[in-house]
């Protein structure tokens, strides 16, 4: 089909994005499995749960050998900083497909990646980000734009989805032509996967529409949530980190569903920062009853394009049939 599908035997040139505490290990399996690239969501590097996880992706799979090849993990490189047990397990107890890094530098974990066998991709926010990601030996560079869902760049410091993807494509065609790009950032179906590679991708990242599948970690309620909301009630701020205690650099942020606490707290940032504690209850409460108005749902621009819950082998075979479709349109 293409380079990248090639590289990992995929059905669709399609990967499972690595979120996490949501992309577990029956996730990225049941990806994997259809054909897709699955990423365990190592996230910020819990020893407990990314081995727990990623080892019942291995026996979910079994003795599927194509399988196998398309299983990997993804971590946040500013937390592997400080500690990373979690790499280091997965790269000397297992023989991952792929290893991807999001959010810092990658190149101080990067040998130890790629010695492993392990194909490196590093996600990038903008231009600048490139060249070390290229240093760092990326074989796959994953060109995320703020309609992403969950962690990304700051609306100040990132890039609109389909610009980026083409101005990243121009870059690597003239100085890492053997470097491959997926298109992540409001990509919930087979015509944002074609239009990703009309515009020069070798394919795409989904993370928003794989939350919402059956064998994803989140919370089921918080799901059907999602389905009934759209991209215009999505926003990109610090405010649930701040709720969170997640002390995330100034450069990223977090896309969420707009619910009545983040709109309580969204023109006040400053005073919540200074005084959280009132809202960090509110949310803390929120989180254990369960009640959405509340607790985040961290989802992206794509959530119009969400409106039921399948299982990810089913999502796969759809999304292969609205590519095709949508390919076959360009050329009728």
């Known amino acids: 089909m293409n380079r990248f599908a090639d590289h990992f035997d995929l059905k669709i040139p399609l990967a499972l994005a690595p979120m996490a505490l949501a992309s577990g290990g029956e996730l990225a399996s049941a990806c994997a499995q259809a054909g897709t690239l699955g990423l365990v969501g190592g996230g910020y590097g819990d020893l407990e749960w990314t081995s727990r996880e990623y080892q019942m992706a291995v026996d979910a799979i079994g003795d599927n050998a194509a399988a196998m090849k398309r299983l990997g993990c993804g971590f946040i490189s500013w937390k592997l900083a400080e500690n990373s047990d979690a790499l280091d397990w997965l790269i000397n107890n297992h023989r991952p497909a792929a290893v991807m890094l999001s959010f810092g530098d990658s190149r101080p974990f990067s040998k130890r990646i790629i010695d492993s066998g392990a194909s490196l991709i590093c996600q990038v926010h903008s231009l600048k980000d490139l060249p070390l990601a290229v ?7 994953v060109a995320q734009g703020t309609e992403a869902g969950g962690h990304g760049a700051t609306q100040e410091r990132g890039r609109g989805t389909f610009s980026f993807i083409s101005e990243t494509a121009d870059w690597l065609a003239a100085h890492a032509p053997g ?10 179906d ?13 394919g ?9 599948t059956k064998e994803s970690l989140a919370n089921p309620q918080a799901k059907t949530v999602a389905t009934q909301t759209d991209g215009d009630n999505t926003a990109r701020s610090s405010v ?11 450069s990223f942020d977090f896309r969420a569903i707009r619910n009545d606490l983040y709109r309580q707290w969204e023109g006040r940032i400053d005073a919540l920062k200074n005084d959280p504690e009132e ?26 394009m969400i409106s039921n819950v399948p299982d990810a082998a089913t999502l796969i075979g759809d999304i292969e049939s609205e590519m095709k ?7 009728p």
């Open 279 to 304: 809202g960090r209850a509110a949310y803390d409460d929120g989180v254990r009853q369960a009640d959405f108005n509340r607790a985040h749902i961290g989802i992206g621009e794509s959530a119009g």
């Open 325 to 331: 479709r949508a390919v076959k349109g360009l050329n």
């Open 179 to 188: 470097t491959y790009l997926l298109g992540a950032g409001g990509i919930a």
């Open 240 to 250: 649930f980190d701040i709720l969170r205690r997640k002390n995330w650099p100034e």
């Open 135 to 141: 240093e760092a030996g990326a074989k796959i560079i």
């Open 190 to 202: 087979g015509r944002g996967l074609a239009a990703a590679m009309v515009l020069g991708a070798d």
């Open 204 to 212: 795409a990242m989904m993370g928003s529409r794989f939350w919402a």
